[in-house]
């Protein structure tokens, strides 16, 4: 397997893929958009930093990618909306550099308080200007932090211990708690732009936040108030802050990122109340070898069908907890994979329960499992855990996730249920011990099955009789029975039975089962 490297990188990260069994490192930067897109194909991982642009053409002519990794936290320069689609993990490194961007965040506010960049030049060319340059003091002022992200709650603790007042607002439900340990108060953005003096945003760049900071947000804001953004450009409308600084209703920026990189326009750039840098906010020698360092190593085990971390289009889950719901993971595709072979007319709600154990890990990858196991049937192209939800979604397909930590009848049960416009399936399953893999009902019905390659399920009228007829027309076809598990919901009703064969039923065998004398229902299953 080869890696491509596409931005300059600490070297450790190359040494560390290269001792990553099976995997060739190739360390190419300054590539044109053609020159990637001709060579992306021979590659199953590229690494980035943010001049490099994954295009959906780059990600379309990735025929081998499986990930691509983000030394860094945004992933604004990856098509993420085609990644998903092309089953491609993207994946970025989110705490390697939240100190080093923290800690650029606060100098660029202070450095904007007091005009230090602006007083540097001047005297640097020969002017002494000590009055133009009045700053303010932060103690007592008030700072409104717009993403409370690791980023972010490191930018509110370095503002508490210079006394100021923070508050703090985040696009996700956080608690009191959280907030009070960064010291900051939980508000919403109105509070935020009619309190502050300061507003620094740390949130990713989406369609929902560019230009989340415009005329009319301005225009709410406090008289005066000061903006800092290093997060990601397009975040503040560059245009409409040109016109709020000339408007005086904000008094000074502070921008490290931008709409466009490098700007062509000095518009924003030139503005006397404005310092800018060119997007330095994680250029520290510490950040830029941890986020090598870290992207590596996530990388590498994505390569060797380890864990997956960090990614931001798929589930992530730690080594540690992994491990542990591997058995799971396995169990809810096969799931999936059953009903899909089970059920019948078009699929419309897919329903996943989860009760007991099983709910203290992170349940959205065994989700993802499931629908992997059930979109594999509906899609030509290859499903795999990342796009998976992406094609239930794009087919309309409903997907309800539900936990409960009570027991009922097992340590952990998963509940699948299938509903299509011709009724519904409802399957269940969990482990034995740690890993064994178990079925244990089918609508109204209770048992005790093993999930494995050929299985034949078959409902018949509760008579005697019935399991000795359809053994022996199985030893006609030569179909070796491995295991049998039964269940009934009630004596002299209808009973369903599993068989786990040796060999696959062919559809021969099978029409000939459901001509058998009682035999109400019967499907067979390939996993």
């Known amino acids: 397997m080869k890696v491509l490297i596409s931005d300059k990188m600490d070297p450790r990260c190359v040494e560390i893929l290269e001792k990553t069994p099976g995997v060739e490192v190739d360390l190419k930067t300054d590539l044109s958009a053609d020159q990637l897109e001709a060579i992306i194909g021979d590659y199953a991982a590229l690494i980035v930093r943010s001049s490099t642009q994954v295009t959906e053409s780059v990600l379309r002519a990735g025929r081998q990618l499986k990930v691509v990794g983000r030394a860094g936290i945004g992933v604004d320069n990856i098509d993420m909306d085609?990644?998903?689609?092309?089953?491609?993990?993207v994946m970025n490194t989110p705490g390697g550099n939240s100190v080093s961007a923290a800690e650029f965040s606060f100098a660029m506010l202070m450095s904007m308080a007091r005009n230090i960049p602006q007083a540097a030049a001047a005297l640097k060319a020969g002017r002494w200007e000590r009055s133009k340059f009045t700053g303010v003091e932060l103690t007592g002022?008030?700072?409104?932090?717009?993403?409370?992200?690791?980023?972010?709650?490191?930018?509110?603790?370095?503002?508490?211990?210079?006394?100021?007042?923070?508050?703090?607002?985040?696009?996700?439900?956080?608690?009191?708690?959280?907030?009070?340990?960064?010291?900051?108060?939980?508000?919403?953005?109105?509070?935020?732009?009619?309190?502050?003096?300061?507003?620094?945003?740390?949130?990713?760049?989406?369609?929902?936040?560019?230009?989340?900071?415009?005329?009319?947000?301005?225009?709410?804001?406090k008289k005066g108030v000061y903006l800092i953004n290093c997060a990601c450009g397009g975040i503040i409308d560059e245009a409409a802050l040109v016109r709020a600084l000339d408007a005086e209703q904000v008094a000074g920026a502070a921008f490290d990122v931008f709409e466009e990189e490098p700007p062509t326009s000095d518009v924003l750039t030139g503005h006397d109340k404005v310092i800018c840098t060119p997007h330095l906010g994680a250029s520290t020698t510490e950040a830029q070898a941890s986020v090598a360092l870290q992207i590596a190593e996530q990388v590498g085990?994505?390569?060797?069908?380890?864990?997956?971390?960090?990614?931001?289009?798929?589930?992530?889950?730690?080594?540690?907890?992994?491990?542990?719901?591997r058995p799971f993971l396995k169990l809810a595709e096969n799931m999936g994979r059953i009903l899909v072979q089970l059920g019948e007319g078009q699929l419309e709600r897919i329903t996943v329960e989860y009760h007991g154990d099983v709910t203290v890990y992170p349940t959205a990858p065994l989700t993802a499992a499931v629908l992997k196991g059930?979109?594999?049937?509906?899609?030509?192209?290859?499903?795999?855990?990342?796009?998976?939800?992406?094609?239930?979604?794009?087919?309309?397909?409903?997907?309800?996730?539900?936990?409960?930590?009570?027991?009922?009848?097992?340590?952990?049960l998963i509940t699948v249920?299938?509903?299509?416009?011709?009724?519904?399936?409802?399957?269940?399953?969990?482990?034995?011990?740690?890993?064994?893999?178990?079925?244990?009902?089918?609508?109204?019905?209770?048992?005790?099955?093993?999930?494995?390659?050929?299985?034949?399920?078959?409902?018949?009228?509760?008579?005697?009789?019935?399991?000795?007829?359809?053994?022996?027309?199985?030893?006609?076809?030569?179909?070796?029975?491995?295991?049998?598990?039964?269940?009934?919901?009630?004596?002299?009703?209808?009973a369903l039975s599993i068989l786990?064969?040796?060999?696959?039923?062919?559809?021969?065998?099978?029409?000939e089962v459901a001509a058998q004398d009682n035999i109400t229902w019967v499907k067979k299953v390939n996993l």
């Open 417 to 494: 249920i299938y509903q299509t416009s011709q009724g519904k399936r409802v399957l269940g399953g969990t482990l034995f011990g740690k890993s064994e893999a178990r079925l244990v009902r089918l609508d109204e019905y209770h048992f005790d099955a093993v999930p494995e390659r050929h299985m034949l399920f078959y409902v018949n009228n509760d008579i005697p009789g019935i399991i000795g007829r359809i053994g022996t027309l199985m030893g006609t076809h030569k179909v070796n029975i491995g295991q049998m598990s039964c269940g009934r919901h009630k004596m002299g009703g209808r």
């Open 374 to 412: 059930i979109m594999e049937a509906f899609s030509e192209e290859v499903v795999n855990f990342v796009n998976a939800p992406f094609f239930a979604q794009e087919r309309g397909i409903h997907v309800d996730e539900l936990r409960s930590s009570d027991h009922a009848d097992f340590a952990s």
């Open 301 to 325: 085990d994505v390569l060797q069908d380890r864990v997956i971390r960090n990614a931001v289009n798929v589930p992530s889950v730690e080594p540690d907890v992994y491990q542990k719901i």
């Open 141 to 221: 002022k008030t700072l409104g932090v717009v993403g409370l992200g690791k980023v972010g709650r490191e930018v509110a603790l370095r503002a508490a211990a210079c006394k100021m007042r923070v508050l703090g607002y985040d696009l996700i439900m956080l608690s009191e708690e959280v907030a009070l340990s960064c010291g900051a108060q939980m508000s919403s953005l109105e509070e935020i732009y009619a309190q502050a003096d300061f507003i620094s945003v740390h949130i990713p760049l989406t369609p929902q936040t560019r230009h989340m900071l415009s005329d009319q947000q301005f225009a709410r804001c």
């Open 82 to 89: 085609a990644a998903t689609r092309g089953g491609i993990i």
């Open 500 to 511: 786990n064969v040796d060999s696959e039923i062919t559809d021969a065998v099978l029409e």
